[in-house]
């Protein structure tokens, strides 16, 4: 007599989608329990991104507080707006007053402006009057405009 054996198939499904901004809340507060002070500011009426748009803003904010953690003045002030055509990202922070700028961009930077560009937007950096400052802009499609 031949027995015939039950298999069971499971399916392995990565629920983890990569983060975007729907994780702000946790990326802020990761930075805050590190002794990063971060401020965190919202205007417009918030529009659903494209998934590209959602990941890349995220990637950009991450990227930024990381900076402002490794080479800041110990605070930071995230502003997420939205307008009509895109969301605008703009994380400033002071930097030590002793501290020259780095004569060279680091890859952090390059990814930074890689992500918008990518997608129709753009990633502006600058470092003025004692503050470093991002803005970034994307598109919400996250396509090429």
Known sequence: MVELQRVQVVQIVDHHAPPGLASVDALL???RAAGL??????SGAPRPLGAAADQ???RILQEA???AARHGAGSACVD???SDAAVEL???NPVPADGAPRSRVGHGLIGMRERPTLLGGSL???????SFRVRARIPYGGHRA
């Open 37 to 42: 002070a971060v401020t965190f500011a919202t």
């Open 65 to 67: 507080l990381t900076n």
């Open 90 to 92: 703009t994380v400033s």
């Open 80 to 82: 997420l707006a939205f």
């Open 29 to 31: 507060a990761s930075h």
């Open 124 to 130: 502006d950096v600058e470092r003025a009057n004692g």
């Open 56 to 58: 890349a803003a995220y």
